[in-house]
């Protein structure tokens, strides 16, 4: 039976009460709008842990004026049916008078990982990002967290914070999920008409001409970044940034001679999407 929970109180006291039956806790924050993307990530903390907790809460600190805070798409009840089918057991809806308590006044610095990519190009999203999740980690206290590997400069940010604040959950970074058409799923992709979405494809297919630059023995980072923007371009997309970069640092790579990130971010129609994958150096076939 899943249960619908709004204050902090109610939620400690829940899993307080699991960890007086040695229950394991898992966690997964979402800002709802569910979609197949987050569901693997119900079914992967139900796999490791004896109750799974979900947050859904649309976090306004992370969205910088004129972004799409007040049109992201929120869908409880829908999301409530999804999660109780998953076997979530509690979800976390605070409200933002309930995250953010009149007269708060801290906030989480995330590092020099938040100034760069998405931190550069929304300034002070990060900032927003690293807090609710530090206030998030710190309500639950679970024993593990998932976030999924699509917001990858996200997941590193995570990762660190929990590492340097020595929040005590280990976190752990899940695959992207893709449509049948190879797009990653978003809850942004709801804003797409039908030639956005045809559009958009050229996204997946630039981090494809980047794993095969990469395949085929290309070792410089900008040629292979050329590659990406070579796509994107030809399809008429707005482009944030197409870079590779080391994906522990997330610092442009400029010789290729090991597992490295591809990231790109850019506009179709106005709708901002991101998306990633490894790349990994290979070599040129043997001719006959």
């Excluded at 992709?189 to 290309?218: D, F, K, S």
Aim: one cysteine or more; hydrophobic letters at 45%.
């Amino acid at each position: 039976m899943i249960e619908q929970l709004g204050s902090k109180d109610e939620l400690r006291a829940a899993v307080a009460e699991a960890r007086r039956e040695s229950k394991t806790v898992g966690f997964v924050p979402t800002m709802g709008a569910l979609h197949e993307g987050h569901l693997s990530l119900v079914r992967a903390a139900r796999s490791r842990a004896d109750l799974v907790v979900v947050s859904i809460f649309v976090n306004p600190t992370q969205f910088a004026p004129g972004e799409d805070f007040e049109r992201y798409p929120r869908r409880l009840d829908e999301d409530m049916a999804l999660l109780a089918a998953e076997g979530a057991e509690i979800v976390f809806t605070p409200s933002a008078e309930t995250m953010y308590e009149a007269g708060a006044t801290v906030t989480v610095d995330p590092g020099p990982l938040g100034d760069v990519l998405e931190g550069a190009a929304r300034p002070g999203h990060f900032r927003g990002v690293a807090t609710v999740v530090a206030k998030l980690l710190g309500i639950v206290r679970s024993d593990v967290a998932f976030f999924g590997e699509k917001d990858f400069q996200q997941l590193r940010i995570v990762e660190r914070l929990a590492r340097d604040l020595d929040i005590g959950t280990q976190i752990v970074g899940c695959p992207i999920v893709r449509d049948a058409d190879g797009l990653a799923l978003s809850s942004r992709n709801a804003y797409l008409g039908p030639a956005e979405r045809a559009a958009a494809l050229a996204i997946p297919e630039a981090l494809e001409a980047a794993a095969q630059a990469a395949a085929w023995g290309e070792t410089d980072g900008r040629a292979i970044e050329a590659a990406m923007r070579e796509v994107l371009d030809a399809a008429g997309l707005e482009v944030g940034y197409a870079v590779l970069v080391d994906p522990a640092t997330l610092r442009p790579v400029e010789a290729f001679e090991a597992p490295a990130r591809a990231l790109i971010a850019a506009k179709v129609g106005g709708v901002r999407l991101i998306d990633n994958c490894e790349i990994r150096p290979g070599r040129v076939p043997a001719h006959d």
